[in-house]
């Protein structure tokens, strides 16, 4: 079993910059490929970013490749998201996820891909 606990939401003005975390616990934590996702009142779930377990692969949606960043510390247990140039559009509750990967390469961008999912954490963004 692996636990995920996301912080570091809030409301932000366009143009802005937040950072979240989503800290990692269990047997198998620091194995698992981590992703984020976020999804928008009335909107599906939607892929945001993904990392390997090495860290040494991510992924980025289109709409966030550029202005997010997302990261491994901690010896791999804690998943930052750095986001910068914030844009209303980016205004959803964002959520963590993780799925046990052997290869240590592996980034996955489908929410049925993961087995472990963090309550989530909300990010406002006005103009």
């Known amino acids: 079993q692996v636990q995920l606990v996301e912080s570091g939401g809030g409301s932000m003005q366009a143009g802005g910059s937040l950072r979240l975390s989503c800290a990692a616990s269990?047997?198998?934590?620091?194995?698992?490929?981590v992703g984020w996702f976020r999804q928008a009142p009335g909107k599906e779930r939607e892929f945001v970013a993904g990392i390997s377990w090495s860290g040494r692969i991510t992924k980025y949606s289109d709409s966030v490749k550029g202005r997010f960043s997302i990261s491994r510390v901690n010896a791999r247990n804690t998943v930052q998201l750095r986001m910068d140039n914030l844009d209303p559009e980016d205004t959803a509750v964002y959520y963590c996820a993780a799925v046990w990967d052997r290869s240590g390469m592996g980034t996955y961008t489908r929410v049925d891909e993961y087995n472990y999912w963090g309550q989530g954490t909300r990010v406002t963004v006005s103009s």
């Open positions: 269990g047997r198998t934590a620091s194995s698992c490929a």
